[in-house]
């Protein structure tokens, strides 16, 4: 490959690491190819895009970075495939469901979600639990809402109680 068309790769690969706020470094290697086709339609459905890169071109992808990416230079093995995402823990249910069904890849290899870094496999399930902004944002109207339906339950259950007082006491004043 020329020094021209690596360049232009790294470009690349940084306008997509600014685009998406968020990347999954993942493991494919040794996948056929109908795995490898069944993985990138999945990553569509799911709203992922999905980039295998050498190693090295995505290295100083992310030195040019002016964040610190040190720790997933590591992780930056075999063959990799980047998997950006605009929901933080879209990819790990995605590589999670996969892996349920008995496949061994895709494997995490790092993670870059919430402005943290997540290195091997075993934070599979720490991303997971990760909520998108739109789960906090429900949760929040909930935790809001909750309060709010508590005191209309209450002046609704007491009206019915101060009608039948004020009835009362209308009755015995006669």
Known sequence: MRKEDKSVIVAQLGELLAQYPHFYLVDVEGMNASSTSALRRKCFQTGLKMVVVKNTLMRKALEAKSDDFAPMFTALKGTTAVLFTEVANAPAKMIKDLLSKKATKPALKAAYAEEGIYVGAEQLDVLCSIKSKNEVIAEIVA???????????????????????LKTLGEKGE
């Not at 935790?143 to 007082?165: C, E, F, W, Y």
């Open 143 to 165: 935790l809001l809402q909750s309060p709010a339906k508590n005191v209309l339950s209450a002046l609704q259950s007491g009206q019915n109680t101060i009608h039948g007082v």
